[in-house]
Nanobody
């Protein structure tokens, strides 16, 4: 059974930084996409950043572009999200997820429905 475990969340003031980690027991797919998603209370889950196994084509949502960086250590089966210049609107539960790489698109999907292995989430709270 594939398990994803997130860590690194916490509370920071605006302008601060956090680094999230997602440790995978193994990968479900040989050609996979990994993504970071977030969900704030009362809002839909949204894709924040995605990356494929090769790491050549990271994708970022407009809301985090230039502030967040997704990366991975394939030897450790660990996904990271470096978050800088945090804003109060970044407050949410952050999840990592794995899905099958679909080569019909240049980038890994940012849609939650295209991912079927999920972690339990880690809370990020940014105060003003």
């Amino acid at each position: 059974q594939v398990q994803l475990v997130e860590s690194g969340g916490g509370s920071v003031t605006a302008g601060g930084s956090l680094r999230l980690s997602c440790a995978a027991s193994r990968h479900k797919y040989t050609d996979y996409c990994m993504g970071w998603f977030r969900q704030a209370p009362g809002k839909e889950r949204e894709g924040v950043a995605t990356i494929d196994r090769g790491g050549d084509r990271p994708f970022y949502s407009d809301s985090v572009y230039g502030r967040f960086t997704i990366s991975q250590d394939n030897a450790k089966n660990t996904l990271y999200l470096e978050m800088n210049s945090l804003k109060p609107e970044d407050t949410a539960m952050y999840y990592c997820a794995e899905g099958l790489r679909l080569y019909s698109s240049t980038y890994c999907s940012r849609l939650p429905q295209n991912y079927n292995v999920w972690g339990q989430g880690t809370q990020v709270t940014v105060s003003s």
